[in-house]
């Protein structure tokens, strides 16, 4: 699905200029919710593997020359954990088969991803850009946004209630939008282990989302629905809280 002029949204990634973008993987989730005492099944990066496979299948014959991985790919804030280790160098050896080159921007999970990047020489940037687009995490707003046209951002994990009567479905979701006359993407987490923050209820985190009454709201399923603007979604949700 085109999101904007020349930007696809292909299932939890985007393509764009030979470029694919994923956000907020979060290898190692699942160990450090274990030590807090919270038992959540290790299912995720098979399901990770299988979940990227279908991506590249969906994009087989197109060219892919570089994978930007925008920030997050592990979860542990001050160290590197034993499924950290294995899981993250795993995923950049599959990814690694399917193109020429990985960049890893840095998010505020990643104050120690180096000697993972190291390990595989791979870069570690704060950003990335594709003629004039600007690739960054989410999480702080760069000094420097002028010359850029679209502005494509992770770190906010954006996710969208669906209500049927009284049942409820949680979907991953992208917002589309515009920060300070630009355009602007905000991608789903690809962490499988939670769908991510509900835009309609929770409180947002990124700097670049004061504001998101008139952004787009795309659901990821089985494809990609464009559900309209959140303002319009507010008052659905709301109705089925009183």
Not at 80 to 91: C, G, V
Not at 122 to 142: A, Q
Not at 149 to 166: F, L
Not at 180 to 186: A, H, S, T
Request: glycine letters at 8%; charged letters at 30%; aromatic letters at 8%.
């Amino acid at each position: 699905m085109k999101l904007i002029q020349g930007i696809e949204a292909v299932d939890l990634a985007l393509y764009v200029k030979n470029t694919l973008i994923i956000a907020d993987v979060h290898i190692g989730i699942e160990e450090a919710m274990n030590r807090q005492g919270i038992f959540v099944p290790r299912f995720q990066f098979p399901d990770l593997l299988k979940r990227m496979k279908g991506i590249f299948d969906a994009l087989k014959g197109r060219k892919i020359e570089r994978i930007v991985i925008n920030g997050d790919l592990k979860h542990e804030f001050g160290t590197i954990s034993d499924q950290e280790w294995r899981h993250t160098l795993k995923f950049i050896d599959f990814l690694s088969r399917h193109c020429s080159e990985i960049l890893l921007v840095k998010g505020n999970h990643d104050t120690i991803l180096g000697p993972i990047a190291d390990k595989r020489k791979v870069k570690l940037v704060e950003s990335v850009i594709l003629g004039d687009i600007l690739i960054c995490h989410g999480d702080k707003v760069p000094e420097k946004i002028g010359k850029h046209k679209t502005i494509i951002i992770g770190h906010e994990h954006p996710a969208v209630s669906i209500r049927d009567n009284i049942r409820v479905e949680t979907y991953k979701c992208y917002l589309v939008g515009k920060y300070r006359g630009k355009d602007l993407i905000v991608q789903p987490s690809f962490n499988l282990v939670t769908e991510g923050t509900d835009i309609l209820k929770e409180r947002l985190l990124s700097p670049f989302l004061h504001k998101i009454d008139d952004f787009n709201v795309c659901a990821v399923e089985d494809k990609i629905y464009d559900l309209g603007k959140v303002k319009s979604l507010k008052p659905l949700y709301n109705l089925g809280h009183k």
